[in-house]
């Protein structure tokens, strides 16, 4: 009895969800009279996500240089260089920050440098278009400049020791 009562209970269900699904219509489907059914009211939009993690700093707007080797004229202690920098306009110059750095070796150093040991020194200063660079010894190395336009959030004030070009790299994502 036990065995009949679960195959009939079985064939119950079996029944009821084969009729479930033949009067289930599909979009656009008619019914008996031959018109289609009315469409339901829009239902309420759900609750806003919680705000995401902020991502990490890019790179989209900042701009730099390849290495290039930068020849100095002069002589003594009074040499002077250019670096040719087209990006550098009016605007960065009144908003915006630009550095200098150069390869001595397989160190980086910041363009504004002092060496106390043997008073060895350079400068460096924008204008349109070129950075200018001043210096107590011949300084033809590899430079590189890098600009943050004046609307990089953080940019003047990045939470970085600009003096620090590795620091600066990663901060950036810079690629040599």
Known sequence: MKTTTRILGLALITMAVIVMNACKGEKGDVGPSGTAGQTG????????GATGQTGATGTANVIYSDWTNITFTGSGTSWSGTINAPKIT??????????????????????NYTNTQNGASMYYYMALGSINLKS????????RYIIIPG????????????????????????KD
């Open 41 to 48: 009211a829009t239902g309420a939009s759900g609750a806003t």
């Open 136 to 143: 107590t010894f011949n300084a033809t190395y590899p430079w």
């Open 90 to 111: 009016q605007e960065i110059l009144d908003k915006g920050f630009v550095k200098a750095y150069f390869k001595f070796g397989n160190q980086v150093y910041e363009g």
């Open 151 to 174: 609307g990089i959030a953080g940019g003047r004030k990045a939470a970085v020791d600009y003096s620090d070009y590795e620091a600066v790299k990663a901060y950036y994502g810079l």
